[in-house]
């Protein structure tokens, strides 16, 4: 059985996500899994270079930070994953992070920026598989209630 592969938002679910308020901040949640080599476009200039998926994503990092930076986001949690201890064994990452915005919209921003456009190329060179969830802050001081 083939997984299916999550790299860019459906139309569905970025309307989705352009419905929510965009004048909050958000935290996004990030799983994502590297494919063994990167697979850029025939035609892109780093198509034969060779890359792992990682590497393409560190380049994805690299070439996106000054947008991402520049509109206030922010990585305010980054992980590695040890274990799968409820769900799927198969749902493995390679690197987990949370990005926390400004604002909804300053993602939005973010996502529709030209040189952005050209950054994102790396990451979908990279990435086999990956989940990208919107989140909004709660108060957490009751525990898990």
Known sequence: MTEEAFVDPTRAAFDLFKSL????????????????LALYPADHPDANLGRTGEEAYQEY?????????????????????QAMVTGPESEAWDTIFIANYPSAGAFLAMVTDSDYREAV????????????VRCQQQDASGGFA
């Open 21 to 36: 308020p965009r004048d909050e901040p958000i935290w996004m949640l990030n799983l994502v899994r590297y494919r063994p």
């Open 61 to 81: 990092g690299r070439t996106s930070d000054p947008i991402f930076s520049r509109l206030g986001g922010k990585v305010v949690w980054r992980g590695m994953m």
């Open 121 to 132: 190329k790396h990451r979908q060179a990279a990435v086999l598989t990956s989940r990208l």
